[in-house]
């Protein structure tokens, strides 16, 4: 989670715009890191998570991720959700919290990881607010479209 954290905190003070961070983390060893590209490529899709997803997959070569942990700087949007279910990832982990973020970076807001969770009979555990204090900065007060 620090790494993901600091890589965050690091593009933020650069000036970088979006500056969501991810990274899939399998048999306690990194598989893939990645930021948002969505600014870089002008594909919307292109958030933290599925490219790290993405990474993962190609570096592993296999789209089955089962038993990867999902590590992200921000609590996954309901894409990304979507997304690390997709590959069989059962674990997310996540920094900043959507009930302590700015409400311009979920596009359903109404929609929690409760429902996300519920909606898949429990398939992922998750955990969040781990170091949302060290990104509190980046996400909690800023208001994007």
């Known amino acids: 989670m620090r790494e993901v954290t600091d890589h965050a905190c690091a593009l933020a003070a ?8 991810a990274a899939i983390v399998m048999d306690g060893k990194v598989v893939a890191r ?11 899709s292109r ?6 997803i993405a990474k993962a997959t190609d570096a592993l070569g296999k ?10 700087s921000c609590q996954p949007c309901e894409m990304c959700l979507s997304t690390m279910r997709w590959a069989r990832i059962a674990r997310v982990v996540f920094a900043a919290q959507q009930a ?10 109404k ?10 009979e429990g398939a ?6 781990l170091d949302e204090d060290r990104v509190h900065h980046i996400y909690g007060q800023k208001k994007r479209s």
């Open 63 to 72: 789209r089955d991720l089962t038993g990867a942990t999902l590590v992200s």
């Open 34 to 44: 990645a930021r948002n590209e969505a600014a870089d490529t002008n594909d919307v």
């Open 14 to 21: 650069e000036g970088k715009d979006i500056v969501f961070t």
């Open 124 to 129: 992922f555990d998750w955990y969040g607010g």
């Open 100 to 109: 302590n973020t700015a409400p311009a970076f979920f596009r359903f807001p």
């Open 111 to 120: 929609l929690t990881i409760l429902d996300f969770h519920a909606a898949c």
């Open 47 to 52: 958030h933290a998570e599925v490219v790290a």
